[in-house]
């Protein structure tokens, strides 16, 4: 597609329930990251996904979250019996291959979640 | 010592004026800059990259990096009120690994008053 696109653009749901929120890269972009972004707070890192090699998880703050990518293509980021502290802005982005360090990231206009 | 910092601001100057934001890093590392502007309530944008020392000019968006002391900065010549905005500064640290990954600043906020 022309740009990174999320879905939902907003999600409230109620603490303990599952969420799943989806990423549709750039077509072409082989690397796809997932950052959190909560109130008035910077970007943090959760997860990041090359290809076919193993995604680099480092950032993911707990067992509750894990996230999927098949290929090159859509990416889901699943959050288990959710929390209050779980909401946020969930942003997908996606960018060419890494072999070049130069290329920045193209981000999604995300996904506010909402615990309550 | 955090990975990227920033003054969080809020940076106010005058229409016209020129915007200095500064950003500073901890890995000597670090080989790729970026630079993102965040409307409120919108996704961060990216408006500049800068990779070898020295200026790089973009329209009214100058980016300066000196590797020696771990610093970039981002000068916005003749503000606007458009400008408004969050500024990020990101940092890559390379190849390998996890150092695909960009680290961000919190970023600093600009005001531009008419």
Redesign the interface.
């Known amino acids: 597609g022309a740009g990174v696109s999320q879905s939902p653009s907003n999600k409230v749901t109620e603490k303990g329930k599952d969420v799943e929120l989806r990423c549709d890269p750039i077509s072409g972009h082989t690397a796809l990251y997932w950052y959190r972004q909560r109130l008035g707070q910077g970007l943090e890192f959760l997860i990041y996904f090359q290809g076919n090699s193993a995604p680099d998880k480092s950032g993911l703050p707990s067992d509750r979250f894990s996230a999927e990518r098949t290929g090159e293509s859509v990416s889901t980021l699943t959050i288990q019996r959710t929390q209050q502290e779980d909401s946020a802005v969930y942003l997908c982005a996606s960018s060419l291959d890494q072999l070049w360090t130069g290329y920045g990231y193209t981000f999604g206009s995300g996904t506010r979640l909402t615990v309550v | 010592q955090k990975e990227v910092e920033q003054n969080s601001g809020p940076l106010s100057v005058p229409e016209g004026a020129i915007a200095s934001l500064n950003c500073t890093y901890s890995d000597r590392g670090s080989?790729?800059f970026?630079w993102?502007r965040q409307y409120s309530g919108?996704?961060?944008?990216?408006i500049m990259?800068i990779?070898s020392n020295g200026d790089k000019e973009d329209g009214r968006f100058t980016a300066q990096l000196n590797k020696a002391s771990q610093y970039v900065s981002l000068l916005i010549r003749d503000s606007q009120p458009s400008d408004s905005a969050t500024y990020?500064c990101?940092v890559?640290k390379?190849?390998g690994?996890?150092?695909?990954?960009?680290?961000?600043?919190?970023?600093t906020l600009l005001t531009v008053n008419p």
């Open positions: 080989q790729s970026f993102y919108k996704s961060p944008e990216l990259s990779y990020l990101a890559k390379g190849r690994g996890s150092n695909y990954k960009l680290t961000f600043g919190k970023g």
